[in-house]
């Protein structure tokens, strides 16, 4: 079994920050791509940030790039996402994924393994 478990959503004002985390347990995270979606009230999931299984390369939507940041700590199975200069727009349901390859390029497709899902509001 796969587990993905997210934490650190939350309510911010517009220009704040917040850092998701997304805890993975059973077979998976060390050798896997890692990443992150959203979806917005109204709107398909998209794509936001992924990362190769190693952190070597990173890969990043247009929308967020130069205000998110995505890492991940292989000895904790724990990935992060660091928000910076939040957007009204930057509101939605934030997933952390998991491909079974170790490149991240895939997760730009989509995923094998999602997790449930963290709540970010920014107020504008």
């Known amino acids: 079994q796969v587990q993905l478990v997210e934490s650190g959503g939350g309510l911010v004002q517009a220009g704040g920050s917040l850092r998701l985390s997304c805890i993975a347990s059973?077979?998976?995270?060390?050798?896997?791509?890692m990443g992150w979606f959203r979806q917005a009230p109204g709107k398909e999931r998209e794509f936001v940030a992924a990362i190769d299984w190693n952190g070597s390369t990173t890969y990043y939507a247009d929308s967020v790039k130069g205000r998110f940041t995505i890492s991940r700590d292989n000895a904790k199975n724990t990935m992060y996402l660091q928000m910076n200069s939040l957007k009204f727009e930057d509101t939605a349901v934030y997933y952390c994924?998991?491909?079974?390859?170790?490149?991240?390029?895939?997760?730009?497709?989509?995923?094998?393994?999602w997790g449930q899902g963290t709540q970010v509001t920014v107020s504008s």
């Open positions: 059973g077979r998976i995270f060390s050798s896997n791509a």
């Open positions: 994924v998991a491909d079974r390859s170790p490149n991240g390029r895939r997760l730009l497709e989509g995923a094998a393994y």
